[in-house]
Every structure is written in structure tokens, then in C-alpha cells.
């Protein structure tokens, strides 16, 4: 069922997969950041204008979404959406159409999916899908491509970050409850990935963004990265879209169900005993949510009335961060794939990476292996999902052109790069260096991203040394045998 190579020779290992679902080149991308998942950090102005505070610990003060929730339960929703209404327009996207943009990543929160909220202890926005299917639809018309990240998750996945929508260090995403909640969220974003005409566009869904680093303190990490592969999949198999594969038994039981309408079917399929019990459990979880989301977005003939034929459309790429994001005997992520699969790998020099010079920053970026690496240990094609052109020290223009060029090189030799951010708000500090329309009217980014303003910045920074990745490729792990697919 596997599409994943097994041994591979080392050229082949580096060189990233055709997938048919994205950009034909490689992936010249934007993250579409604090609009649907907000970041104070990157909007000051507007964030104390709804009401929220700016603090040097995010836990203490109203500094994330739910905070702001909770703070103002009454007109919350009205906040968020004048919010969601104004950060990202058609206009942004014809810009970026515009300067060659081929691809957006899409930061989610998982209360993007009300009926997963647990309203008595957990405070969000409604009615941010209205602006999603909004945004989408501009990103179909533009002809960009879109990646479809479950950048906040239930529980908190990471400790005190705003990205997270709740700035806390009470962890609770890995934990069966929460694991079940995003497999729910998943089933339904696939869903409407294949069934809703504003998604056509999306090729690819992120399981979970920027997972803790220490694999000791995200138990049971490794089975959730194969559930979230076998809830699309499942989804997938019952649409009628091919994966290569799939055992005969699945397709025997799939043509037996019934073709009234999706939601028949998926419940058809769930008391088939064909999938396991964390599949069948957020299958069926997700049939009473998406029947909401069809009265409530005028997709009841598409999801409850209506027969439907997929076979045309292509599989989902499901994305991970890559193994190396992790330490202390991570899994890999390579062992969950189904059908085609991709990696995400986030770089920021700001944060100490190399020492704060010029001189550093080059050495290291133009002798970067974290694509051999990663591609060594099963993880190709892997794009790199966030970056920018952010330092630890203070930059001079002329360095900042060269540090553009040299990180779009080194991320080029995977399947792309997708900054961040699209936009920082006017008048912030941080758009120097976060923002990539602002990046472009500076010159430090150019205006054709394929493009460099040196495109021999690294020539004599380069080193002569030999990659380990050859003694990496030895490690890659045995694939699990077809019978374990659900």
C-alpha cells in the first residue's frame, strides 16, 4: 500500500518525488500567518485595538485567541470577524499571483471545526470556515496552490507559543482525547479538500505544526502520524479516489456501499469492521459535524443528497514536520505513508543557529544537509514550510539581499520554500525581516521568486566536505507490511 521507496540508491534519495497534486516546479510559497490562527506579535496595533494586551510572557497576559475569548465572550466573534474580514483580501492574492507565487500555506486552528470546541472550557471565534471557503476560493481563482496546516491543536502541542491559540504550558495534546479530536478534524478537512468546490485547490494537509522537539514528551506521537495518514486514506478509499495499493478486501467492501451520498456512505463504511477502532470512532464523530457544515454552508447536495464520483481526483499529500525536528529516538514519519507523502522543515537563524555574524550565517546556510539528511532517513520530497529573512544581529540591506539568496538556494534543493510571512502590519519592526511584500519592496526578495539578486552568494562560502549521507541512508527504517494498513 506503501508508495514510499524502500532502499533507495543516494541520488535517487535526494531527489524530491513528482507528486502530481503540486506546483509543477518547485513550490515558491507564502504562509498565510495571523489571519485564521492570529499572532499578536505580528499585529500589535490591531491586536490591542480588539482588546488583547502585549507582554513579555504570552501566558500572562491576553495575548492569544482563546485569552481574547475568554476575556470578551459577549462580541468575540464580531472582533475576529471584522479580523478575518480585513488581514487577508482578494487584493493580497492577486499581489502574490502577481510576483509568482505558486503555493500558500494555510495556519488552522482546530476550532475552525466548531463542533469539536468544548465550549464550558475552551474559548474561540465562530465562524472562521465562512472566511476560510472565502479565502479559498480566491486562491482557486488564482491558480495557488494550497497546504492545509493544523497549525494550533487541540490540547496546546507546544508550550507558551501564540501560534498554538492558546499561550499556555499545560500540554495536553498528546493525550488519546485530543489525539481522537484532531484525527475528527482531519476526516472533515479531507472531506471538504475532495467535496467542496472552494478547496479544489488544496493539495496537501499538515498534521500537526512544530510538535515538541523532545520525542520523550509527545507519547504516543509515532501511532497518531499513522492514524492521521489512515483517517485520509479512509476518507480517500470511500470517495473512490485511487491510492495506489489498496488491498483488494478495502475495494470489495467500498463498491458494496451505499452511492446515495457521502454521508451514507461513510457511515456504510464504518460498519464494515474493515478500518481500526481510532478510525472508525473519528469517521463517525465526523458524520454529525459535517452534516452541520453542509446546512450551514449550503452543502447539503454535495454531502447528504447527492450521489458523488472522485475517481478522478488525486490523492492528499500528507505532510510532517521531518524526523530531524525531533531528538531522543523520534519516529519517523516515513513509516506512516500511504500514497504520496511530504515533509516540512522550519529554519530560523534568528533564534541562534549560527553565531551572529554575516560571516556565520553564510558558512552555514550555504553548506546546509538537511535535505540530503532528511531524504537519507526516508523523508523526500521535504519543503521548507517556514523561513525569513529574520537575524540576531543588525543587518545591513546589502546583507539582507545575500542572506534572501542564500536561504532560497539552500531550500531549493528539496521541493521549494514557503515564507514567512506574507505581511507583518505597517509600522511593525519586525516587517524588515518577516514580511515578504515587504521584502519585495525593499529589493531583498525578488520580484520573480525562481530568481536571485546573486545567484553565486554562497560560491565561495561553500565547503569541501564529504555528506553523511550515504552512513544516514543506512538507518532508514523497514516499512511496515501491507496487512498493518488499517
Request: proline share 6%; charged share 15%.
Amino acid at each position: 500500500m506503501r508508495c514510499l521507496l524502500l532502499a533507495l540508491p543516494l541520488l535517487s534519495a535526494l531527489a524530491p518525488q513528482a507528486l502530481a497534486q503540486m506546483p509543477a516546479d518547485k513550490i515558491y510559497g507564502v504562509n498565510l500567518g495571523s489571519w485564521l490562527v492570529l499572532e499578536p506579535w505580528m499585529l500589535p496595533v490591531e491586536w490591542q485595538k480588539m482588546g488583547g494586551e502585549i507582554c513579555a510572557n504570552c501566558t500572562q497576559c491576553i495575548a492569544s485567541e482563546f485569552a481574547l475569548a475568554k476575556a470578551y465572550p459577549d462580541n468575540v466573534d464580531d472582533l475576529f470577524a471584522k479580523h478575518w474580514d480585513t488581514w487577508l483580501t482578494q487584493n493580497d492574492i492577486e499581489a502574490l499571483k502577481a510576483v509568482g507565487i505558486n503555493t500558500v500555506r494555510l495556519p488552522l486552528g482546530y476550532w475552525i471545526v466548531e463542533g469539536l470546541v468544548n465550549r464550558a472550557v475552551e474559548y474561540y471565534p465562530r465562524g472562521g470556515l465562512k472566511y476560510l471557503r472565502r479565502g479559498l476560493g480566491w486562491l482557486r481563482d488564482a491558480g495557488i496552490r494550497v497546504i492545509l496546516d493544523h497549525h494550533a491543536l487541540p490540547g496546546v502541542q507546544t508550550p507558551g507559543q501564540m501560534f498554538t491559540g492558546q499561550c499556555t504550558y499545560d500540554v495536553q495534546f498528546y493525550t488519546p482525547y485530543n489525539y481522537h479530536r484532531a484525527l475528527v478534524w482531519t476526516a472533515v478537512m479531507t472531506t471538504l479538500s475532495h467535496l467542496d468546490p472552494n478547496f479544489s485547490s488544496v493539495f496537501s494537509i499538515e498534521a500537526v505544526n512544530e510538535e515538541m522537539m523532545n520525542a520523550n514528551d509527545t507519547p504516543g506521537y509515532g501511532d497518531f502520524q499513522k492514524n492521521f495518514v489512515k483517517i485520509v486514506r479512509a476518507v480517500e478509499i470511500i470517495l473512490g479516489i485511487p491510492v495506489d495499493g489498496t488491498p483488494q478486501n478495502f475495494l470489495s467492501v467500498m463498491s458494496a456501499l451505499p452511492s446515495t451520498n457521502f454521508i451514507a456512505a461513510l457511515d456504510g463504511a464504518c460498519q464494515s469492521n474493515i478500518f481500526n477502532k481510532d478510525i472508525t470512532a473519528a469517521l463517525l464523530d465526523a458524520i454529525p459535524i459535517l452534516t452541520t457544515i453542509g446546512l450551514s454552508y449550503d452543502l447539503q447536495d454535495i454531502l447528504t443528497l447527492s450521489p458523488f464520483d472522485c475517481h478522478d481526483k488525486e490523492p492528499i499529500v500528507t505532510n510532517f514536520m521531518d524526523i530531524t525536528w525531533q531528538y531522543n529516538n523520534p519516529p519517523n514519519p516515513a513509516d506512516a505513508a500511504i500514497g504520496p507523502q511530504a515533509y516540512d522543515n522550519h529554519l530560523y537563524y534568528s533564534y541562534g543557529v549560527a553565531d551572529p555574524n554575516p560571516t556565520a550565517y553564510l558558512e552555514s546556510i550555504c553548506n546546509l544537509q538537511r535535505v540530503e539528511n532528511s531524504a537519507a532517513l526516508g523523508n523526500s520530497p521535504m519543503w521548507f514550510g517556514e523561513w525569513s529573512i529574520s537575524t540576531n544581529f543588525d543587518a545591513t540591506d546589502a546583507f539582507l539581499k545575500d542572506w534572501a539568496d542564500a536561504q532560497k538556494l539552500a531550500y531549493s534543493k528539496g521541493a521549494g520554500w514557503i515564507f514567512w510571512n506574507f505581511k507583518i502590519e505597517d509600522g511593525n519592526s519586525y516587517a524588515r525581516q518577516w514580511s515578504y511584500f515587504q521584502g519585495l519592496k525593499l529589493g531583498y526578495l525578488t520580484q520573480d521568486p525562481s530568481q536571485y539578486n546573486n545567484p553565486d552568494v554562497c560560491a565561495s562560502y561553500i565547503k569541501n566536505s564529504t555528506s553523511n549521507s550515504k552512513k544516514l541512508a543506512k538507518k532508514q527504517r523497514q516499512r511496515h507490511a501491507r496487512e498493518n494498513y488499517f
